[in-house]
Nanobody
Framework: VHRLEESGGGSVQAGGSLRLSCAAS????????LGWFRQGPGKTREGVAASCWGASYYADSGKGRFTLSQNSARNTLDLQMSSLKFEDTGMYFCAASRSVGIWNRPDTYNYWGRGTQVTVSS
């Protein structure tokens, strides 16, 4: 059974940092494309970053502030977020895709975690 579990969310002030972690079980993350998505209040789900077969991708909104870190031994993909802004607030989801697709499209992904909440206060 493919399973993804997010952790590390919380409440921070603008300018602060958080490190989210996605723990995978039932499959090896190196064989999949793993993405981070977020969904803010009243907004559609949007891609934040992804690690796909050795390549990393970032949305323009997170470039220079967000960094992915993959740990093969632990089978985890972390998202380090710094200089957080109010607009980074939302539920953050981890997702996995077996096949090549557009990294920031939700329908590319086959498996999803339940999410972890990030709240940034201004």
């Amino acid at each position: 059974v493919h399973r993804l579990e997010e952790s590390g969310g919380g409440s921070v002030q603008a300018g602060g940092s958080l490190r989210l972690s996605c723990a995978a079980s039932g499959f090896t993350i190196g064989s999949y494309c793993l993405g981070w998505f977020r969904q803010g209040p009243g907004k559609t789900r949007e891609g934040v970053a992804a690690s796909c077969w050795g390549a990393s991708y970032y949305a323009d909104s997170g470039k220079g502030r967000f960094t992915l870190s993959q740990n093969s031994a632990r089978n985890t993909l972390d998202l380090q977020m710094s200089s957080l802004k109010f607009e980074d607030t939302g539920m953050y989801f981890c997702a996995a895709s077996r096949s090549v697709g557009i990294w920031n499209r939700p329908d590319t992904y086959n498996y999803w975690g339940r999410g972890t909440q990030v709240t940034v206060s201004s």
